[in-house]
């Protein structure tokens, strides 16, 4: 008898996730089955359900912040074997799962650079995501989950992660003064990360809510983006530093990334 499980499916044409039994993923070779324990919502997911993102089949299932245990595995050889054997040990199974599936096989994988690759997948996108109650996803992808961090903490690594490696590539130094455009998700932790590389911040957006919230998280300055825009972008910088009474900015972290930014 096949197993099944609930998932929240969206259907074509349709804004309403349903939730419908369905078959539980079978799994491939270097596969994992994880039950899953939390999903974080982002903007694209929500890009998804009204249309401006298309995935590539309907029904869909949403969802690629996701944290769980692993259930079961087939190991495509004796590595994956000994790193899931040692999941187990170390964290009882708990894993986050990266979203990001490079083929393994391209020229940009093969020179190591696999968030380049030129056939990747993603969970919750080309692949179906964790708004459901298991996901199969490969081994490769499981990330341990330390067991003092809890499983809706964890989801929070995929926007945490994102802006550290920005920074972290940046190379700030105490006293690097950092603008942060667009405070959701990405720019509230990037508030946080930049704090604690001793970093002054700039946080920078068009709504006052997220400026006050900017502000509770440690920004050092904040300013509504609709008071200063300029055609022209080195303007901009002299308006910022005037409007701030601020000599200079080092690092810009864009996380809304339109042209008007």
Not at 22 to 39: Q, R, Y
Not at 81 to 96: A, H, M, N, S, W
Not at 166 to 184: E, F, N, S, V
Not at 208 to 225: H, I, R, S
Request: proline fraction near 4%; charged fraction near 25%; charge should be neutral.
């Amino acid at each position: 008898m096949e197993r099944v499980m609930k998932a929240a499916l969206l259907y074509e044409g349709s804004k309403e996730l349903i939730i419908r039994e369905i078959e539980v993923p079978k799994l491939n070779s270097g596969e994992a089955l994880i039950k899953v324990k939390a999903t974080g919502i982002c903007h694209s997911d929500l890009n998804i359900i009204d249309g401006v993102i298309k995935p590539p089949r309907y029904p869909h299932i949403l969802g690629h912040e996701i944290a769980g245990i692993v259930e079961d595995f087939i190991p495509i050889n004796i590595e994956e074997k000994r790193f899931v054997d040692t999941l187990f040990q170390e964290t009882e199974g708990r894993v986050i799962v990266y979203f990001y599936i490079a083929c393994g096989r391209c020229f940009y994988c093969l020179r190591g650079e696999d968030n380049l690759c030129l056939n990747f997948r993603r969970i919750g996108f080309e692949e179906w995501g964790g708004y459901a109650e298991y996901i199969k996803t490969p081994i490769k992808n499981l990330i341990p989950l330390p067991k003092t961090l809890n499983f809706n903490a964890a989801i929070l690594v995929d926007a945490g992660a994102t802006v550290y490696r920005a920074l972290r590539k940046a190379k700030p130094l105490p006293g690097t003064m950092i603008a942060i455009i667009g405070i959701g998700g990405l720019g509230g932790m990037a508030i946080q990360i930049a704090k604690t590389f001793g970093a002054g911040v700039i946080a920078i957006d068009i709504i006052d809510e997220k400026l006050m919230y900017a502000k509770k998280l440690g920004a050092d300055y904040t300013l509504n983006f609709k008071e200063i825009y300029c055609e022209d972008v080195y303007e901009i910088g002299k308006i910022i530093k005037k409007a701030l009474d601020i000599s200079y900015v080092d690092i810009v972290i864009d996380t809304v990334g339109s042209s008007s930014t």
